[in-house]
């Protein structure tokens, strides 16, 4: 019997009518003869109202009270769908995260998983009980409180559930019906993805894509497990297709470039005249790494004098005025002669794993960008990606350039 793990984000649950309807495709794969373990979100907006009652409610801010009050819009959820799937002739029962339990390490609001025991979910198959387990949630032992996996959680719970009770795949519903090539709203030409390896997805993941939430995509990958993506507003009766996350040897076709990928959480910083010596960048960087801001691009270009260089970095864009003020701060330091930065730009990247076999394939990219009149102010590659940083009044232009320029439009 197929063993399947079912996660619906907070758009699909957001109000009674839609749970119904996402019961109604928990009751497809169950007639179908499948064991399901379903994992929800919060209804949509609802994380957000409880963030702001822990805001209001007193000047001092707790994390381990912040976590139990935030954990409680999924068991709400899971709780509701429970009872929509009895009210339907299912056998049913929801499950918080640490009744399963879900363990995690003790870093409330973005605490990471330690495992996983799924022999209680394991017994209730057996009983033909479908599993509804709230997402974003679970506890650490060692202080028997409840903890959070930070926004996009549910996508992490969802995977690593589906790993812990050895599913055949995890199928990630929300309101698109699967990956595409890039941003519809941005490329009407953008079609949806058949299939797209593991590291593909993860590269578009981390530089862009909102689809799913990073860290789902690494624990799927280590852990082999297959994710399809598709849409939850689908007829139940009648879904369409989505998108496989899989091995990459399991695609028979390698595109080039899969998918275009844009950010606009940008921030560019540079520093002028900085000494050329050992310990320089050090200087730099540590005090970043120090207050947890990830540094992405660098580029350090030397004078002609071989004693100063210039040192261009970029930063998220949520996190440039911080970085601004430790950069003033440790000037003496650095022994940087000006402080420059610009937030009106915005990283487009090509990913494809392709690209591990065809030479010159950011070369055209390069050269299709200059002859529509687009700067490219700092480039970063690896083995199956490139990105580019630009004005951000170029952004739609130059991603629907190079969607067009790697045969990605819809035919």
Known sequence: M??????????????????????????????????????????????????????????????????????????????????????????????????????????????????????????????????????????????????????????????????????????????????????????????????????????????????????SVELAMVNKVKLYVRSSFDDPAHPKLGTLICDEEEIMEQEVVTGIAFSRDEAQITLRDVADKPGVAAAIFMPLADANINVDMIIQVVSDDTTTTDITFTVPGTEYERAMTLLKQHKEKIGYVKLQGAQDVVKISAIGVGMRSHSGVAARAFKALAEKGVNIRAITTSEIKFSMLIDDAYTELAVRTLHTLYGLDAK
Request: aromatic share 6%; proline share 2%; glycine share 12%.
């Open 2 to 215: 197929p063993r399947l793990v079912m996660k619906f984000g907070g758009t699909s649950v957001a109000d009674v009518q839609r749970i119904r309807n996402v019961a109604a495709h928990v009751k497809r794969e169950i007639d179908g003869g499948a064991e399901v373990a379903v994992v929800v979100s919060a209804m949509a907006g609802k994380t957000n109202e409880l963030v702001a009652w822990c805001k209001e409610a007193g000047s001092h801010f707790d994390n381990a009270e912040y976590d139990a009050v935030v954990a409680s819009g999924e068991q709400v959820t899971a709780g509701l769908l429970a009872l929509v799937l009895k009210g339907m002739g299912l056998k049913a029962r929801s499950w918080a995260g640490w009744q399963i339990p879900l363990v995690t390490d003790d870093a409330h609001g973005s605490a990471r998983i330690a495992g996983i025991d799924g022999t209680w979910l394991g017994e209730g198959f057996a009983a033909g009980e479908i599993a509804v387990v709230a997402g974003f949630q679970g506890v650490h032992k060692a202080t028997n409180r409840v903890t959070t996996l930070g926004r996009g959680g549910s996508d992490t719970s969802a995977v690593a559930l589906a790993a812990a009770i050895s599913a055949d795949r995890c199928d990630i519903y929300t309101d698109v019906d699967g990956v595409y090539t890039s941003d519809p709203r941005v490329v009407p030409k953008a079609r949806r993805l058949a299939k797209v390896a593991f590291e593909e997805m993860l590269e578009m993941a981390s530089l862009g894509a909102k689809v799913l939430q990073v860290r």
